[in-house]
């Protein structure tokens, strides 16, 4: 089933770009550690999910690019079909010559009603294109006016065009000390609408991947193309194709309906948050050895500490009812901050993945499984139950975290 990817504003088409190259390259990543059919079966479900194909077999992204300025789309095309790998639609983009201002009601009031028709006239072309829909997948950030204003237009229009169709909205949360000055402003209206219009709102926040270029990447002057990476790679390692260590290891087809069932048990909890491991620079892994043990362990005090990176985790907190005494001594004055998720789901990539033993990890209940350059992610079930992906040159994990909207705000 396919996913059409709607990139909105400037960040959004920016990290979209991003997103597509890390896709493409690792479905056709030459090394791997599968045999030749199942790198082949696995292109072919990413391709169905992300990709359609001309009649010159160039991988064409199944993508809606809109922004209310010329400059970041015409970089966005121009960037894609320099890489000579896969492209962009000739007719999948809608710009204007003037923006929003970083005016969440001028998006959303005077751009959504005025360009609506030509916006969802080119989704659904792009719909038109797929044989099985599977749903959309926004991507905005909060703080501008396009992004966030039109966004939150174009999304609340996707529910009443696609009420069956799922749809994830993929959310920048700005920075604390951001330079616009109605961020905060523009995000409270940003969510309270898409709560209202969306399936799941996947959040990241600027802050936070900041750090982990900083402290884990070693990036000295870190720029917004590598914050784009670091959010491609996880947002890579949640899409890309899984199967079950009990089926017929045939890869499952509908990513959006997964991470639904797992992360979204009522309509009223639905932002979901990222956590993967390790992280670190290309340079460094070639020194850096991992058991699956020690990442499911560190894995797994993220995932209770709510530490967004592994440096820094906090081996004090300990689940309120674990009946275990917190590990060392804990200052009087100190605040342990337990996560408060109703459900997680794990998804392990990498070498020997049959290998990780989940089972007497309570935190950890549903876990999907692969082979690849991306990441493993978490969810909470009843019962286990383990999903392989078949490529990957390291070990990698990924947490997806469902948290609650009054703790997350």
Known sequence: ????????????????????????????????????????????????????????????????????????????????????????GQHSCFCQKQGSGNNWAYGYSVHGPRHKESIMNLIQKEVEKCDSLSGFFIIMSMAGGTGSGLGAFVTQNLQDQYSSALKMNHIIWPYGTGEVIVQNYNSILTLSHLYRSSDALLVHENDAVHKICAKLMNIKQISFCDINQVLAHQLGSVFQPTYSREGSFHYRRNPLGDLMENLVPHPEFKMLGVRNIPQMSENSLAYSTFTWAGLLKHLRQMLISNAKMEEGIDWQVRPPLSGLPPLGKMSVNKETHFNTSIANLVILRGKDVHSADVGHHRALKRVLCAVRMFSPVICQCQSPKFILLKKGKIKTLVLVAKRNPCTSM
């Not at 959004?12 to 770009?17: C, E, H, S, T, V």
């Not at 059919?37 to 999910?49: D, F, G, P, W």
């Not at 160039?58 to 790998?85: H, N, Y």
């Open 1 to 88: 089933m396919s996913i059409v990817t709607v990139q909105l504003g400037q960040c959004g088409n920016q990290i979209g770009f991003e997103v597509f190259d890390a896709l493409f390259n690792d479905s056709h990543c030459p090394g791997g550690l599968c045999s030749k059919r199942e790198n082949e079966a696995y292109q072919a479900s990413c391709k169905e999910r992300f990709f359609s194909e001309e009649e010159n077999g160039v991988p064409v992204a199944r993508a809606v690019l809109v922004d209310m300025e010329r400059k970041v789309i015409s970089q966005t095309l121009s960037k894609a079909a320099r890489s000579g790998r896969w492209k962009y």
